[in-house]
Structure formats: C-alpha cells, structure tokens
C-alpha cells in the first residue's frame, strides 16, 4: 500500500480508515481496507458492483460495525456505533437507494432525517434558504411521491446540507439523473468542496469521476488495489483497475438493414392504477427485425407502465395500440403474447423475473410453461423442465450448483444471464429487456450485451429499456426518450449523442407548444 | 451474550421436517408445566391424554373420526394459504355444507334411496363453495380484505343454523331441542369398521390427500399457487391470474369444508344441532401450518390434533382437566412451531460476528 | 316523551357498546401505523377480559380489575411481537394463533367464574351536570372508561400528526428499509406499537365483562376483535374515523337488541343477530372498492416482516 495514509499537507485528514475488514457469511466483504480523505477534497471511491464500497460506506456511517481496523476522525480514533453517531460528528450521506418516506411531506422527510428536534415550519423555512444557495429548488409542503427522481436526490442532499457535514458521502449519485442534471450536481458538489467539505463520491461512472474528483481509490473484491489522480488517467486506464483486466467491448456488425416491424405501438395510452404511478401518453414507437431500440428516460417517467403494457401484465385500452408481427395484441395477457413471440426480461430480477425461493427448473417453468411442450394436459413433466434449466445454465454459463440452486442463492450477474438465458432460448421474433445489466458486474455485463447483439443478427427483434446512456449508445441502432410518460422520436445512434439525448430526458422535446398540439402527440426533437 | 439470526444461503430442508418435531416436543414440555401449574400430575395427564387414547382398537378409529373433518378442512385451506388466500371462514363453510347435505336429508325424509347419500354429499360441497364464494366475490371485484368476510360469514352461519334449528327444522317430538330428527339409514354415511363410527368420510380425506399431492406437486395450477404466493409480481409476469387462484382456492377449500361438514352430520351426529363442530375449522388452520402445507404433513398433524381431542376427552373423564385446556394446547403448538420456524431460513449465532479469517478465502461475491 | 327517553337510553346503550370496539381499533390502529398486521385482537380481548373479571372479583377493585386486563392484552402482544418481530414469523399465522390460543387461555381461566356477580363499573356521577335532561345521561352520565376512550381517540389523533415520536412511528410503517437507513430502531418502535396496541385489546376485554355486561362468558366477545380489525380498514387508519365506525357498530348492535324486544318484529332474533356481521362486511366492499385510497392511506410495510441485512 502507498503511503498515504498519514495526511498530507496542512493537519490530519478529516477520516481515516485502517485496516477495515468486514467479513458476512460466505464472503469478505471488506479486508483490510485502508483510505485517508483530506479536509476540502472531492475523492472517488471506484469499484464494480460487489467490490465492497457498499459496505465501507455503511462501516462509515455507523450502519454497520467492522470486525476490525481503526477509524479516525481529524486525527481522533472514533467508534460510529450508529447512523446518528455519524451525523454528529459531520458525516453526511446521500443513499444510493433513496431513503425517503412517500406519503410523507418533504418537511417531514427532512426532519426524520436531522437529529435535533425542530419545528416543522422553522425547518420548512430553512430548507427554503439551503436549497436556495445551493441551487436545489424544493418545495417543503410537497409528498415525496408527486416529486420526480431527481428532486428526490434534493431532498436528499438538503438534509444532508442542514446538519452542516464535514464529509459528504454520495453513492451513485447520478445513476438516476440526466446528464445536465448531474452536471448541475458537480456545480454544488465544487462549491460544497470550495468551502472546505470532503466529499466521498462513489461511483462505477467513469467519465464522471476523471471531470470531478482529486483523487481516486480504487477497490477490487473487497480491497484497496490502487489510488491515482483519475485526471491524469483514462477512462481505460480506470476500467482496467477496476476489472483487474482487460475490457471486452460487444461487437455490433455494421448496419444490416432493418427488416419487417415487429412491434408497432401506436398511440399507446394508459392511465397508471398506482397512486405513484405515471400515465402513458400517446406513446408511438417500432421495433424492426434486426434491430436494437433503445428506450431511455430518467426512471419515473413512465418505464414501468411502458413495459407492463408491452409484457400484457397491464392491458391496454385498445386492442390495436400494442401489435406484435401484425397482430393486435393490447388485450392480450403475458401468456398469449409469449406464444405470438414476445420474450421479456423485466428490470427487477429478483421478485419479478424469477421467484427467489424458488429451484431454477422451477423458475425456467415460469416463463417457459406456454410453449416448449414443459406441461402436458394440466401436468408439468419435471424431467423436461430440469431438462430446460440445464439448458440454459449450460448455454449460458451460468454459474449455479444445477437445476434445484434457489435462485435467490446467485448473484446478481449470474441471475441475470439465467433470465436472459431463459427468454432467449424460447426462441422468441421480439424481446424486451429492461435495465439488462443494472448492477451486473464488467464480465457478466459484457456476455449480456453480446448475447442481445447476436440474437438481433439473427432477425430478432430486441427492444431495450435502460437509465444507462452509455449501455444504449454501445448497442442500439436508435434511441428515443420516454419523458413523463410521453415519448421522444427515435433518433439513430451514429446521428446522435449523449448530449442531445441527456437534453431530451429532461424533457425538451415536451416544450416547444406549437409542436405538442400536434394531434398524434409526437413532436420532433429539435429545431436543428 | 446476544443471540443474532445469521441469514442461511439457502433454505435449510432438514429443519422444514425437524421443525414441526421440535415444536411438538416443546409443547409436550410446555404443557406439563402448565398442567403442573395447573394441580394436576403432568406426567399422568400427558400419558392420558397421547397414550390412553391410543390403547384400543375404537380409540384408534376414534382417531380417524376426528381427523376427517381437521384433515379434509385443512388440505383445502393449504391451497389458499400458499397463494396467500387467507380463508378463516371454514367454520362457517362447514356449517353450510352441513346445512345444504343435512337439508336434503330432511327434505327426502321417507323417499329415500341409495341416491340420497351421493346427493348429500354433492350438495355438502355445493354449500361450502358457495358460502367461500361469497369472499372470493367480495376479494376480486371489491378487494375487501377475505380473512375479515370470511370469519365474519362464520358468525352469520352460526346464526343461520341456529335458526333453522330452532325454527323451521326442529323436531317436533324433539323434546323442545332446537335439533332436527335423525336422519334415516340412506342419509348416513356407511361405516368402515363395524361397530365403531369410523365412516366414508375417512376415505374422502384420504382422497383429498392424494388429489392435494398431485395438484401441489405435479399440476400447473399447483405451481401458479405456489408463484402466487411467493411473489405477485413473478406471477403477473409469467401470466397467472391471481383472481382464477382466488376463486379456486376458496371454492376448493370451502367445497371440502363443507365435505367435512356434511361427513359429522351425516357421520357420528346424525342430525342437525346447533353445535355440529368442536371448532373444526379453527383448528383446521393448526392443522395446515403445522403440516408445513404439504398434503402429507396435514395428514400426520391432523391425527395429532385428532389425538389432542381425544386426549382431552380422556383427561377429562380420567382425571378431570377442564376440555378448556385443548385450546391452550393447540394455541401453544402453534406458536412454537412458528418460532421454531425460524431455523428454516436462520441460523441463531451468539455474539459476535465469525471472524474475518474463518471465510477470508471466500471473498469473491461483493456485499 | 316516552320516545324521547328511548332514543336517549338506545344512544346510552350505543355508546356503550361502541367504546370496547373503539379501545381494541384504536390500539389497532397503532399497531399497524407501525406496519405490523396484528390478527389476534379478538384473543388478547378475551384474555384480558377474563382476567380484568376474575382481578376484579378477587380483590374486590375495578382498578385492580382493569390494570390486570391492560397488563393481559400487553403480555400477549409482547409474544406475538417477539415471534413476529425478533423470530420473523409471519403476521397472519401468528395473528390467528393468538386468537386460538386466548380464546382457549381465557375460558381455562375462566372456568371457575362462569355465572360469578359482580357489580358494574360505577359511573361518574356528576352534580347538577348528570342530572339535566337529555343531556345528562348522554354527557355525563357514563363510567370513567367512556371518557377515556374519547380521550383517546384525540391524544392519538395529536400524536400521530402533531408529535416527532408520531413521525417516527409513521414512518417505520411507511417503509422499515428508510427508517433503518436513517438509523431508526425499527424492531423497538414497532416492539412499543403492537404492546400498546395489545395493552388497548385487554383493556377493551375489560370493559366488556366489568362494565358492559359484568359477568364472565366464555367467548363474550363474540367476533368484536375481528370487528375493531375491520374498522382500521373502515377509518383509512385515520383516529377521527375510527370513533365514528365504532359508534355507528355500536348503533347496529343495539338496535338489533331493541328490534329484538319488539313485538312488532316477526324477524327471528338469529337473524337479526347476523347484523352486526353483514353491516362489517358492507362497510368493508363499501371501503376497499377504492383501491386508490387504500393504497394511499395504507401503511405501505403493514404486515411486511423486517429483518435489517448485513
């Protein structure tokens, strides 16, 4: 290890961390992790999913005890024994996943959040001044669930601000925003840092860390296996430290010509059952043989319902709005449309796409029970269905003990390649896939996308709904933009950039109101 | 020295089976205490209660007698319960099966024939489905919540039988009971041991048994039971319909509530009386849980419940522990057993964390 | 005036019959802010019934009595939560078996008190204030736990909207995972719930078998739990509307006693004696048909087992 640890500069560093390791049944998570942060730096934590950032995030914040190594706060040893612990001596953290009550108001998130009791309409008072010098426009009497994704990330970071943290964690902050959102996010983040806070920032986003961050550590299952100043590194150069070795990239066959359509939506619109929901509105868009669609948008904007009226989990109104190879299929259910050939991957794995409990042949049945001849009269023939998990644990290599592994037992990446595996191998002329490598390790997330490019070279139809820009700029022939619930027109992946698709997630293309009057409620992107 | 529960990767199958052993063993130790507590010899009452029942041929088809209804209630609520369905209302389904085959009983008084049995029984099951049709009408098209419908149509079928035997179905050379006359020779079930009460009703739980089995383990609409109740979301996914499992766990488990129902009028009662179940359908629900849901399992729980009945019966007479007790018994079963379920899927570790050490070389997946 | 005095006496008996359902839902109530689904109200009703009853007939105190039936409903409560919370159970099963298990202790209990006298909880006599027509007897002419239930109905309605231990309470039953992250005891705030929530059951049992018909039946409650349980649903968890579902059963009930007395009724006491049940259901089809509503009001975790990982 460098010799880092001890501070630099002027005085100790506001946190140091030796020695952490952190071991949980069957994994260690943490091993002896070593990491000094300097008063007024912006510094990367960098690492795949599972490399153990998670967890020395949680140790930090008092969330979880470490089973050994030293903490030490400006030169002080320190034991966080809980997240309230940490908030007083100036640890701040922005969640990952937000942490935020749905039905409650924006108020009373913030003061759940803060440890000094403070009445409501003081506190609303000066979530008005921090959001106002900070640039995070919030309305206190708001509920969180009329709030989109990244107003929720404010909220988050203003409750933060109010108990004036010295360090300011932030994990994966800008996963949920659109590129000029988080642009905006750094502006705040230098300014934070300007004024003398440390900022963690974690992060697998590698672009973002060399324009933002002073220094970088990286961690590797669950160790420290470098430190550099990721502006003198390249995007590469990072991949490669995180990975611990060389990055495969798909390979996409240059322009094969698109074939017949295979799935025509034609002024899809649904009104969303869920109190949280998003309405769909006048959504058109369709997927060629041959082709890859890439869906984006900031999630929130309507995904959910998108997907479930394309899976036939949620019915449309009209049975001519969703049509697959021809055929109206809006009022037909999951099953029915299976056996027209639609596959679908759902964003959830676990929960939606499979059954956790549940042994792998079983969950190769779940999707798998219409066709394949698995059930005969009303029985399932349990020799062809473990037959069918083999199949894809082989095909696929997935890495399971067999057909009776829980699902729940794999990892995230190795799960993923099942479902994908699943669907695939069900033969289908058109599949949809959302998110298909969130939170998929490097390996795993680079088979997946060989996996889709290959099935659309050999005429399938694939439609991918994903928050990841860079995911969908390396697959797809055309990207469109779902943007509270109305959708963008496709634009060509070699004719567009992030730029101009990170312009149309935040709703751009929704602006121009000449154009939205139009009846069919499409709009050109822009005047250009 | 704190106790923790340490997540198992997956699910222990030893401990599904060991569990509900276990948890018998405590009640058995439980309740010796509380008979101790209680004045009475613990080991004396123990031993009448699981032993003197089981010392004669009509005490061992007094077994059977008694398992009928837990067994032939608690493989349909199995159903339900593993899709989530929450049907408590089996008393009340047992009642209305009781009331529809014992009805037609009364309504062929004189015109029988060996038709009339069959008829009964059909119209038993009839009675059941459509008193469990009602939550299921209720759960799909209103959303009402069926454990709350279910119970509360069980109150309204007390009443309801209540009614008819005070009213319209009494007996007139009854004695002013609120009962009804016997039923004839053609309404009641046939007997499987001669001179005892061992009925048809057994081989119809047997039956249930099996036909739970097969649908459970080896049917399609056993498998979306199951991915129902797991996950709702899985389900809607691969395109099961969960108000077709609504409807079909509540008709199947009313239909043989109401099996059940009409086997102990038609059975060992004979006639309709205001009270034709010691709590069958409550128990019913012990039943299920502590047979893990699978068919196999209610049958080996539903003859210890049988056994707890008869046990409690014999305690009684022999000597004299208040019948009040099998409630307490039964309630305690069900507790431990939901306790000792935590094994299945924890392990229970005391103080701190394993050591780093102990797992260093298995540090490939993240946190 | 002969009419005037039985509306009064049938809106005295109704409030009567109205405050053991309003203890056990207000206690429910909190319970599942929480977002924990406790199923054996009916159970730790009887219980402490019985052993408010058989406190009061032993030492000769009320007090005694209700403070016995109070630490009842609270002991159980404390099982189903260390089952449910500490041991992961599910809620459902361990619900009913709560109930299973009450309505077998208490008549285990009660066995020796079946037909045992016992005089009713004294009611606050006021001067002057009792005495005044009409509004005598139905302001001021009830027992102590009457007004205690009203009462409660206003602290909780404050607590919950007005106090930061209420936020904290609603927010562990919004989403357990949040409140974790933030650093929230959820398992003790949701421990403190379900015994409060169980403490409000017993004394509801109390007032049942010490004030309302002081006597020891086995089963007195005949399905109220159940009923308390569906009027959380009935209120959208709100407190105000509880009091009002609670008043309105208790107006079914007792009209359903007066038609009884009747003669001019030819309907048969059975069937008149369904009513409570169906009016329970009605209320339920009328409520949950908007799923919408259920879905905003509802505690999002209610009956969702929480065990924080890593």
């Not at chain 2, 299921?136 to 959303?143: G, M, R």
Request: include cysteine; aromatic fraction near 8%; charged fraction near 15%.
């Amino acid at each position: 290890m460098a010799s880092q640890s001890t501070a630099s500069g002027n005085g100790p560093p506001r946190l140091e961390l030796r020695g952490i390791t952190k071991a949980f049944p069957g994994c260690l998570a943490n091993e002896s992790v070593d990491l000094a942060l300097r008063p007024g730096e912006i510094h990367a934590l960098l690492g795949e999913n599972g490399a153990g950032k998670s967890t020395l995030v949680k140790i930090v914040y008092g969330v979880l005890r470490a089973d050994a190594g030293e903490v030490l706060w400006e030169g002080q040893p320190v034991s966080i024994g809980s997240p309230a612990e940490a908030r007083r001596l100036g640890v701040g953290l922005v969640f990952q996943h937000f942490s935020l009550f749905e039905s409650l108001t924006v108020a009373e998130n913030v003061s759940l959040g803060i440890d000094h009791k403070e009445p409501l309409d003081l506190l609303s008072a000066r979530i008005g001044e921090v959001s106002a010098r900070y640039g995070l426009a919030l309305d206190p009497q708001r509920e969180v669930h009329t709030l989109s994704v990244g107003e929720r990330q404010r909220v988050e970071i203003v409750r933060c601000l109010l108990q004036n943290p010295r360090l300011l964690i932030m994990d994966e902050p800008t996963s949920v925003l659109t590129p000029q959102e988080a642009d905006k996010l750094f502006e705040t983040l230098r300014r934070l840092a300007s004024e003398g806070v440390t900022i963690l920032y974690i992060s697998h986003k590698l672009d973002e860390i060399r324009a933002l961050c002073d220094r970088a550590t990286v961690m590797r299952g669950g160790r420290v296996v470098g430190a550099c100043d990721p502006r003198q590194e390249t995007a590469r150069s990072l991949a490669e430290m995180m990975i611990g070795g060389v990055l495969a990239e798909p390979k996409r066959a240059a322009g094969g010509k698109p074939g017949e359509p295979l799935l025509v939506v034609d002024h899809l619109s649904t009104t969303s059952d869920d109190p949280f929901g998003t309405d769909i509105r006048h959504v058109s868009f369709t997927v060629h043989a041959g082709e890859i669609f890439g869906i984006a948008g900031v999630a929130g904007n309507g995904q959910a319902e998108l997907l479930a009226a394309m899976s036939g989990e949620r019915l449309s109104p009209t049975d001519a709005a969703v049509r697959i190879g021809g055929e109206p299929v809006g009022h037909w259910g999951p099953s029915r449309r299976r056996n027209a050939g639609l596959a679908f991957v759902p964003e959830e794995r676990m929960g939606h796409g499979s059954v956790p409990e549940m042994s792998l042949a079983d969950n190769a049945l779940l999707s798998g029970h219409g066709g394949q001849g698995l059930v005969k009269r009303g029985l399932i023939r349990l020799d062809l269905v473990r037959h069918a998990a083999e199949t894809i644990i082989d095909t696929f290599r997935v890495v399971a003990t067999g057909h009776h592994a829980e699902a729940r037992s794999l990892s995230g990446g190795n799960l993923q390649k099942f479902i994908i595996g699943r669907e695939i191998l069900q033969q289908p002329k058109l599949l949809i896939a959302a998110a298909p490598t969130w939170g998929v390790d490097a390996g795993a997330a680079a088979a997946i996308h060989q996996a889709l490019i290959d099935l659309a070279e050999q005429g399938v139809g694939v439609l991918i709904v994903s928050q990841d820009l860079d995911e969908l700029f390396a697959i797809c022939d055309r990207i469109a933009v779902l943007f509270h619930g109305r959708l963008s027109e496709p634009l060509a992946t070699h004719d567009t950039d992030v730029e101009r698709i990170g312009l149309l997630m935040g709703g751009l293309f929704d602006q121009p109101p000449d154009e939205a009057a139009d009846q069919s409620g499409r709009t050109h992107a822009d005047p250009a | 020295m704190p106790i923790r529960l340490e997540p198992r990767g997956e699910a222990s199958v030893a401990w599904v089976y060991l569990t509900p052993v276990l948890a018998v063993g405590l009640t058995v130790i439980a309740g010796g205490v509380l008979f101790a507590a209680l004045g009475f010899d613990p080991f004396r009452t123990l031993h009448a209660i699981f032993v003197e029942p089981l010392t004669s041929l009509y005490g061992l088809t007094e077994l059977g007698v008694k398992a009928t209804p837990l067994v032939l209630i608690a493989i349909g609520l199995s159903f339900g319960f593993r899709a989530n369905v929450w049907n408590i209302g089996a008393e009340g389904q047992l009642t209305l099966g009781a009331i529809f085959g014992g009805g037609l009983a009364l309504w062929f008084y004189g015109q029988e024939g060996p038709w009339l049995l069959p008829a009964m029984i059909l119209a038993g099951a009839v009675g059941g489905a459509l008193w469990a049709a009602i939550p299921a009408f209720l759960k799909t098209h209103f959303n009402a919540n069926e454990i709350l419908t279910s119970l509360m149509l069980t109150y309204v079928a007390t009443q309801l039988l209540a009614f008819l035997g005070y009213g319209p179905w009494r007996y007139p050379d009854g004695f002013n009971f609120p009962q009804s006359r016997m039923f004839c020779y053609d309404a009641t079930m046939p007997l499987l041991v001669p001179g005892t009460r061992l009925h048809l009703g057994f081989g119809f739980a047997l039956f249930a048994v099996a036909g739970g089995w097969l649908l459970i383990a080896r049917t399609l609409i056993g498998f979306q039971i199951k991915v129902i109740g797991l996950t709702s979301a899985a389900a809607a996914y691969a395109g099961f319909n969960r108000n077709r499992i609504i409807w079909f766990t509540l008709l199947t488990g009313g239909g043989l509530a109401g099996i059940a129902g009409l086997s102990e009028v038609a059975g060992p009662i004979g006639q309709l009386v205001p009270s034709i179940s010691p709590g069958y359908g409550f128990t019913a629900i012990i039943v299920a849980f502590l047979g893990r849901l699978h068919p196999l399992g209610i049958l080996a729980a539903g003859t210890l419940m049988a056994l707890s009945y008869l046990g409690a019966e014999s305690a009684q007479i022999i000597i004299g522990l208040p019948l009040a007790a099998t409630g307490v018994f039964q309630g305690m079963l069900l507790f431990f057993l939901l306790a000792c379920d935590v094994l299945i899927r924890f392990r229970l570790r005391l103080g701190r964390p394993v050591p780093a050490a102990a797992v260093a070389k298995s540090a490939e997946a993240g946190a | 005036m002969e009419m005037l005095d039985l509306t009064v006496a049938v809106l005295v008996s109704t409030i009567a019959a109205a405050t053991p359902l309003l203890f056990a839902a207000l206690g429910e109530l909190i319970t599942e802010k929480a977002g924990v689904l406790n199923l054996g109200v009916e159970g730790m009703m009887l219980v402490g019934a019985i052993s408010g009853f058989a406190t009061a007939v032993t030492t000769g105190s009320a007090t005694l009595g209700i403070l016995a039936a109070v630490l009842a409903g609270a002991g159980l409560a404390l099982l189903f939560a260390v089952l449910t919370l500490s041991l992961l159970a599910n809620q459902v099963a361990t619900g009913l078996a709560l109930t299973i298990f009450g309505i077998g202790l208490s008549s285990l209990i009660g066995r020796g008190y079946v037909g045992t006298p016992l005089d009713r909880l004294p009611r606050l006599d006021l001067p002057v204030l009792s005495d005044l027509p009409v509004l005598g007897p139905l302001l001021f002419g009830h027992d102590a736990l009457v007004y205690l239930s009203v009462a409660l109905v206003f602290a909780i309605a404050w607590f919950l909207g007005r106090t930061r231990p209420g936020l904290v309470l609603r927010a562990v039953g919004e989403s357990h995972d949040a409140a974790h992250a933030i650093g929230y005891s959820v398992i003790a705030i949701r421990y403190a719930a379900v015994v409060f929530g169980g403490a409000l059951s017993g004394l509801a049992g109390a007032y049942l078998s010490l004030a309302y018909t002081p006597l020891w039946i086995e089963n007195m409650t005949a399905g109220r739990g159940w009923i308390a349980l569906a009027l959380v649903v009935f209120s959208t968890w709100k407190p105000g509307r509880v009091l009002l579902g609670a008043y309105l059963f208790g107006g079914v009930t007792i009209l359903q006693f007066h038609a009884q007395n009747m003669a001019a009724f030819q309907v048969p006491s059975q069937i008149l004696a369904m009513l409570p049940y169906l009016a329970t259901i009605a209320v339920l089809v009328l409520i949950s048909r908007d799923v919408t509503r259920i879905r905003l009001n509802a505690p999002a975790c209610l009956g969702k087992v929480f065990h924080p990982a890593g």
